[in-house]
């Protein structure tokens, strides 16, 4: 068994594609699921299924709320936290920082490690290893 690809629920479908193409995806296919448009997305090793919402609500704050259990972040590797952020900034306008770039330790190693927000609210891991 292998993962196929991740669904992400999304309230601008065009803003949401904007963003993941920034991350390094390309949309590989655009259909229709129901009545809703979808894609997806290719990229990173791995892809990604876009699903516009007609009448979205708001999600719970899976990052900020302790108690909140289930899907929690994306992570990516990167080669450098700094540069990457920068780049988004750079292709994006804007970033929404969840928390700032600093050094994690992970068992023997060190990460640095920071956390944005996609269009949506995601949280989304951006992970440096060497720190």
Not at 9 to 23: P, S
Not at 62 to 78: P, Q, W
Not at 96 to 123: C, H, N
Request: charged residues 20%.
């Amino acid at each position: 068994m292998k993962l196929h690809h991740i669904a992400i629920r999304t309230r601008d479908i065009w803003q949401a594609i904007a963003f993941y193409e920034a991350l390094g995806f390309v949309v590989a296919e655009r259909f229709t699921a129901g009545m809703t448009l979808a894609c997806w997305l290719v990229g990173n090793g791995m892809r990604l299924e876009l699903m516009q919402i007609p009448v979205p609500q708001p999600a719970p704050d899976c990052f900020f709320d302790e108690h909140y259990t289930g899907y929690y972040h994306l992570s990516f590797s990167v080669a450098d936290v700094e540069a990457t952020l920068q780049s988004l900034v750079t292709k994006l306008g804007r970033v929404k920082l969840l928390l700032s770039p600093r050094e994690q330790q992970i068992g023997d190693r060190v990460y640095k490690t920071a956390f944005i927000a996609d269009i949506d609210g995601l949280p989304i891991e951006l992970i440096q290893e060497g720190g």
